[in-house]
């Protein structure tokens, strides 16, 4: 590993900080030391809804997230698509405005509305939608469908289109098409 991708990695691990842990992702990406996937680069794709799984696979995703503030976010991890979440099986639309709407009032989106500024009735909103995702899993060779839970140690990362959950696999985060 390059030293500076090792100082990188070491101080996002000393810190615990998501900041530092973007700036070492990044850092990966543009030394090629890490396969890149941007979702959905230019906004044309339908609506969409995904978890990324936390892990060390040498994959990192990146998306845009937190509506009109238009960050640029990465995660390392494995995708698994979602559903459930207001999904109309004959068109094979997922609804996302529910989820969206916790990040919107008075006909717009508060970016603002992050981490520890979502009010407590906009975040036990979330909490509710969040047990509607379907998430399936495997268990000993059995197919289980389980539900997603709002990880409530990562609440400063919580933005629009970028939500930390527990998986059955662990950690990951939810991710959907950004309202921007």
């Known amino acids: 590993m390059d030293s500076r991708l090792e100082q990188?990695?070491?101080?996002?691990?000393?810190s615990g900080r998501f900041e530092d842990e973007?700036?070492?992702?990044?850092?990966?990406?543009e030394l090629a030391d890490a396969d890149h996937v941007y979702l959905d680069p230019d906004g044309s794709t339908?609506?969409?809804l995904t978890v990324v799984v936390r892990r060390g696979t040498n994959v990192v995703y990146e998306t845009q997230c937190a509506g009109l503030a238009c960050e640029?976010?990465?995660?390392?991890?494995?995708?698994v698509p979602v559903g459930g979440l207001k999904s109309d099986v004959a068109s094979s639309?997922?609804?996302?405005a529910p989820l969206t709407d916790v990040f919107h009032a008075d006909g717009g989106c508060?970016?603002?509305w992050c981490g520890g500024g979502l009010p407590a009735a906009e975040l036990n909103r979330l909490r509710r939608l969040l047990r509607e995702v379907t998430f399936w899993h495997s268990t000993g060779g059995a197919n289980r469908r389980d539900e997603l839970k709002l990880d409530?140690?990562?609440?400063v990362q919580l933005v629009e289109a970028w939500v930390p959950v527990l998986t059955p696999y662990g950690h990951g985060v939810l991710l959907y098409k950004n309202c921007d």
């Open 22 to 29: 973007q700036t070492y992702l990044r850092a990966r990406v």
């Open 46 to 48: 339908p609506p969409w």
């Open 93 to 96: 639309e997922i609804k996302l």
């Open 8 to 14: 990188l990695k070491a101080t996002w691990l000393a």
């Open 72 to 79: 640029h976010r990465m995660v390392e991890g494995y995708l």
């Open 152 to 155: 409530e140690t990562r609440l």
């Open 110 to 112: 508060r970016y603002g």
